[in-house]
């Protein structure tokens, strides 16, 4: 696979063998940080953070990321009110500058296609952090990471996907990566309401990968590997009213947690609300905070792999 300057779709990631040697990376990466083995190979580099949409994990993980590495970090983590944004300043003109003292920069934005619009103009690596209802590319490794991890492999794997298919975009960079892998397939289950958009459709039957649709979990969720569980999007509904027609459509529980095969894993993105009750945390399925993680490492990896 030819070197990848910015990280901005789950679709530039064509090749099964570059991703083994990224998540080798990452479990390296993970084993130097408990030994404190790490050795700075970005001392001097600097990452900038520009967050216009809210974030815990992914922008905690980038900071923590590259300062593991020896790096150092700028942030703004309310740019939409914070940055020269609010000024009137463009996106353009914004990455014009912040690439000047940044030797990459991690964006996430309400607007699909920015990150892409960022990466035409940008001289320094842009990695896509969220781009609105598009891609969260960097979310997909990490999910991709943790399975590989909790169940040994890739391929073959029934994968279950539940809740907000529509705007989750955590799911629209997950799919391009599951389809990587022979002997996958896909449950898809949502409300109608929260379907995944035909366009994601189309690329899995462009890629021959076994999916289905359905709106209940009964029947499914009982044949699944992974199972991963989607917040509603709230943010992303015109109307608090058709938001709460779908919120709590799928909740699962430890009576629901049970019924899934003793070796299938339980994943979230999170931040969750109430789609997946506290007392599944302590099911030996629920991957969740181990997903969380793993984002650390990933993001390590990718970083070095980018800017080393
Ligand atoms: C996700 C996101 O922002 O898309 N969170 C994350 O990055 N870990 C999922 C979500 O907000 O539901």
Redesign the pocket.
């Known amino acids: 696979m030819e070197k990848l300057k910015h990280v901005i779709s789950a679709r530039q990631f064509k090749d099964p063998e570059f991703l083994l040697w990224l998540f080798e990376s990452a479990h390296q990466m993970e084993r130097d940080d408990v030994f404190r083995a790490l050795t700075d190979p970005l001392r001097g580099r600097i990452l900038a953070t520009l967050f216009f949409?809210?974030?815990?994990?992914?922008r905690f993980s980038f900071e923590a990321a590259m300062q593991k590495l020896g790096g150092g970090v700028l942030t703004a983590e309310n740019a939409r009110a914070n940055s020269s944004a609010t000024k009137g300043e463009t996106i353009s003109d914004t990455i014009r500058v912040v690439s000047g003292y940044a030797d990459a920069i991690a964006i996430?934005h309400y607007e699909p296609g920015t990150a892409e619009a960022a990466a035409r103009i940008s001289p320094v690596p842009i990695i896509n952090?969220?781009d609105g209802v598009g891609e969260?590319p960097t979310?997909a490794l990490a999910d991709m990471y943790t399975i590989k991890k909790e169940l040994g492999r890739l391929s073959g794997l029934r994968v279950a996907l539940v809740g907000?298919l529509l705007n989750?975009?955590?799911i629209h960079s997950l799919l391009p990566l599951l389809s990587l892998y022979p002997g996958v397939t896909i449950d898809l289950i949502s409300p109608w309401q929260l379907r995944l958009p035909l366009a994601y459709r189309e690329y899995l039957m462009e890629k021959g990968v076994a999916f289905h649709e359905g709106e209940k979990l009964e029947g499914v969720i009982e044949e699944a590997d992974v199972a991963y569980i989607?917040?509603v999007?709230s943010e992303r509904f015109a109307s608090k009213d058709e938001y709460d027609v779908v919120k709590d459509v799928y909740v699962i529980n430890a009576e629901i947690a049970d019924r899934l095969k003793p070796d299938a894993i339980i994943m979230h993105?999170?931040?969750?609300v109430n789609e997946i009750s506290p007392e599944v945390d302590a099911n030996a399925r629920a991957a969740y905070f181990r997903q969380?993680k793993n984002?650390l490492y990933i993001r390590m990896a990718l970083l070095k792999y980018l800017l080393a």
């Open positions: 949409e809210p974030s815990t994990r992914t996430r952090a969220g969260h979310q907000d989750g975009r955590t989607t917040r999007q993105a999170l931040p969750r969380a984002g």
